[in-house]
T-cell receptor, first 112, second 113 residues
Framework: DGGITQSPKYLFRKEGQNVTLSCEQNLNHDAMYWYRQDPGQGLRLIYYSQIVNDFQKGDIAEGYSVSREKKESFPLTVTSAQKNPTAFYLC???????????FGSGTRLTVV | GQQLNQSPQSMFIQEGEDVSMNCTSSSIFNTWLWYKQDPGEGPVLLIALYKAGELTSNGRLTAQFGITRKDSFLNISASIPSDVGIYFCAGQPGPSGTYKYIFGTGTRLKVLA
């Protein structure tokens, strides 16, 4: 079955450490996205990529980094520069056109 | 960054009641989508709208693309406990073929049995 997989589901990180969240899709989608969701808040765009080896900053890119070396994969690194990293992170993918996004099931990151 | 305004922000309703929520923007959108997010999961697409005035149903859900292209509405009839969750609207401001969607702030629905 085609889909988009995020791992791990839950992640704990010590302050000052970088951590990488995985996102893999086998839908052959061109574009991939990372969103952050805080309790009681909507979805805020961190980074997105429309093609391999290219990505653009979203609305809240500071303290995050991404790479897009393969069409299927779009990992997100939460660096120690991100001041409030505890949140629910959602990865999504899409094809060109008005078909919307397919979301993964999310990773909940907690800084301890 | 740009976000869409959804209302109400949250609502408690009795099982069996109908629910209405809407999404508004200051700019024109070419596509409107409605998603539902269960607790601890990613959003799932419910309905997609592509034309001003379009009315589309998916079971007990009905959504409309506003004729001004600046708003959209979602109705849920005869609510049941599993309708609980967060409902997001999303709009595509660019021409067909662009990737980026703008998401609403969400409507949190709680159904009392």
């Amino acid at each position: 079955d085609g889909g988009i997989t995020q791992s791990p589901k839950y992640l704990f990180r010590k302050e000052g450490q970088n951590v990488t969240l995985s996102c893999e899709q086998n839908l052959n989608h061109d574009a991939m996205y990372w969103y952050r969701q805080d309790p009681g808040q909507g979805l805020r765009l961190i980074y997105y990529s429309q093609i391999v080896n290219d990505f653009q900053k979203g609305d809240i890119a500071e303290g995050y980094s991404v790479s897009r070396e393969k069409k299927e994969s779009f990992p997100l690194t939460v660096t120690s520069a991100q001041k409030n990293p505890t949140a629910f992170y959602l990865c999504a993918s899409s094809i060109q056109g008005a078909y919307g996004y397919t979301f993964g099931s999310g990773t909940r990151l907690t800084v301890v | 960054g740009q976000q869409l305004n959804q209302s109400p922000q949250s609502m408690f309703i009795q099982e069996g009641e109908d629910v209405s929520m809407n999404c508004t923007s200051s700019s024109i959108f070419n596509t409107w989508l409605w998603y539902k997010q269960d607790p601890g999961e990613g959003p799932v697409l419910l309905i997609a709208l592509y034309k001003a005035g379009e009315l589309t149903s998916n079971g007990r859900l009905t959504a409309q693309f506003g004729i001004t292209r600046k708003d959209s509405f979602l109705n849920i009839s005869a609510s049941i406990p599993s309708d609980v969750g967060i409902y997001f609207c999303a709009g595509q401001p660019g021409p067909s073929g662009t990737y980026k969607y703008i998401f609403g702030t969400g409507t949190r629905l709680k159904v009392l049995a």
